[in-house]
């Protein structure tokens, strides 16, 4: 039996709140999640799909595989029942493998102790089976198992991501707390950009939302930029499935005519680092870098494009009484620059957002860690609509 084409299901996570934004990805890509939870996505496929998920999710955290599933009480039911399922059809017998969980069982008091269980269970099973075992530790760079496990029920995944999707692989150097990379993306799918009009970012930092605007505008899958996955490692596993999909990757890459992203910061340093990654993700030469206060940065008259500001939210007291007057600087340059576009704040400290003085169209609700965060969307008419609306957001 080729374990790549057997259906199950698949579990794809998210970080909270941009679950809505990954179940519209998975539908573009032809699959029809038959779950959304606020923290992921189900649907039915096989690990060859899976394969296909990795390459192109830009909102994605893990793509899991189910395997098994079990009534386990204790951990000791958890290590027999896994003692007799077949390991060596999926871990390779000289290979390496590392456990990771989400546990929510009365028996257990430390997750470790649970992949503990599970790992021993493996173990004992290949020196049972086969006389040698495969080496374990906490690396997530080749085969990984996931063990979700809630009251007496558990379910045994493959996760065929290993480290995380929700970096996408060109950031070579973060800079000043930059925004995680599937956050931005989800951000982008929430705004009304249709990757045609200009993008403008003032403000930019290390330009992780240029950046991925710029994969969007001309199609780039995160898997353009990665060349090691847990699925990588599994028994079954064929280069070429991986191969024909990344091949797809580079033919789906479209040109858009025009396109006009403008990343602006401050600091040079921020720049630097900008064009760097930029760089590294093929896309320097689509975005026009600048340094200078935000409120020089070009808009370009007549064009019904975005301007997204992700400006600091104020840690401590005196950082946020100087950060309101930044606030109502980015309000005044949006109602006076960007005429006939569409404004956009991310932000977590929604007293500072009052300062901005425009009334917000959308709260678009997400998270940045464990940050309560809101999209603030504001329509910027020009003309005779166009007015100062007060302090509400």
């Known amino acids: 039996m080729d374990p ?24 573009e890509l032809g699959y029809k999640p038959v779950r959304v939870f606020k923290t992921g996505v189900e649907l039915q496929g096989t690990l060859k799909d899976c394969i296909k998920l990795n390459l192109n999710l830009l909102c994605a955290s893990q793509v899991l595989f189910l395997v098994h599933q079990c009534q386990a009480p204790t951990g000791n039911d958890l290590y027999n029942e896994m003692i007799d399922f077949a390991w060596e059809n999926i871990i390779p017998a000289d290979g390496f493998f590392s456990i990771t969980s989400n546990v929510d069982n009365d028996s257990i008091n430390n997750s470790l102790f649970a992949n503990v269980k599970l790992k021993d269970a493996i173990v004992d099973r290949f020196r049972n089976q086969t006389g040698k075992r495969p080496d374990s530790g906490s690396a997530l760079d080749k085969t990984v198992i996931h063990l979700y496990w809630k009251e007496d029920a558990a379910e045994i ?62 199609n780039r899958k995160p898997g353009l930029y990665r060349n090691n996955y847990a699925f990588m490692h599994l028994v079954g596993y ?67 494009g975005v301007v997204f500001f992700n400006p600091e939210y104020g840690d401590r007291l005196g950082e946020e ?72 957001i």
């Not at 070429?240 to 403008?262: F, S």
């Not at 026009?288 to 070009?298: H, K, P, Q, S």
Request: proline letters at 3%; a neutral charge; one cysteine or more.
């Open 238 to 304: 064929n280069q070429l499935m991986y191969e024909t999909e990344k091949q797809q990757l580079h033919n789906m890459i479209t040109e858009v005519p025009g396109l006009k992203i403008i990343a602006t910061d401050i600091s040079q340093d921020a720049i630097n680092i900008s064009k760097i990654n930029a760089e590294a993700a093929g896309v320097e030469k689509l975005i026009d870098f600048a340094v200078g206060d935000f409120e020089t940065t070009t808009v370009p008259e007549n064009e019904a």
């Open 157 to 218: 995944f493959i996760d065929t991501s290993g480290e995380t999707l929700s970096k996408h692989g060109y950031r070579k150097i973060p800079g000043k707390a930059p925004m995680l990379e599937a956050l931005a993306a989800a951000t982008l799918l929430a705004t009304k950009w249709d990757r045609k009009a200009p993008f403008i970012n003032p403000m930019c930092g290390s330009s992780t939302l240029a950046i991925e605007a710029a994969l969007l505008a001309t």
């Open 4 to 27: 790549f084409n057997v259906i199950n299901k698949i579990i794809i996570t998210c970080s909270n709140r941009i679950a809505p934004y990954l179940q519209k990805e998975t539908e």
């Open 321 to 392: 009484t100087a950060l309101q007057v930044t606030y109502k600087r980015m309000g005044d340059f949006m109602k006076q620059q960007c005429k006939g576009y569409t404004g956009y704040i991310f932000t977590g400290n929604l007293e500072l957002a009052k300062k901005i003085g425009l009334k917000a169209s959308r709260r678009i609700e997400f998270y940045t860690s464990k940050i309560d965060c809101r999209l603030l969307e504001y329509d910027l008419y020009s003309g005779s609509r166009q007015k100062d609306v007060g302090l509400m």
